[in-house]
Nanobody, 123 residues
Framework: QVQLVESGGGLVQAGGSLTLSCVAS????????MAWFRQAPGKEREFVALIRGSGSATYYEDSLKGRFTISRDNAKETVYLQLNSLKAEEAADYYC????????????????WGEGTQVTVSS
């Protein structure tokens, strides 16, 4: 399984934007579907977005379509999450995940997890 390290979290005002990055190592990155999840304090971890290994298809939690964008650069072994028009209630720890199998990557038990990066949104 790949090892994953997220970065890019921080403090942003409501309505602002942020780009998160996740660098992979240890296996062939393009073989892996990659996903982002988030977990707010006191809440369960939830799916945000997924991108196939080739980058040919992306999937989003319905309420986030149009504001969040997932992308990847296989040459850099990196997946990104662009967050736009952030809301205060979207403050959370954002986690990168990866798995060779798309359905498992979108589940609550993908093969690889990063440690997370914290996003704080001030209102």
């Amino acid at each position: 399984q790949v090892q994953l390290v997220e970065s890019g979290g921080g403090l942003v005002q409501a309505g602002g934007s942020l780009t998160l990055s996740c660098v992979a190592s240890g296996d062939t990155f393009s073989d892996y579907a990659m996903a982002w999840f988030r977990q707010a304090p006191g809440k369960e971890r939830e799916f945000v977005a997924l991108i196939r290994g080739s980058g040919s298809a992306t999937y989003y939690e319905d309420s986030l379509k149009g504001r969040f964008t997932i992308s990847r650069d296989n040459a850099k072994e990196t997946v990104y999450l662009q967050l736009n028009s952030l809301k205060a209630e979207e403050a959370a720890d954002y986690y990168c995940a990866g798995d060779r199998w798309v359905p498992k990557c979108a589940s609550d038990s993908p093969g690889s997890w990063g440690e997370g990066t914290q996003v704080t949104v001030s209102s």
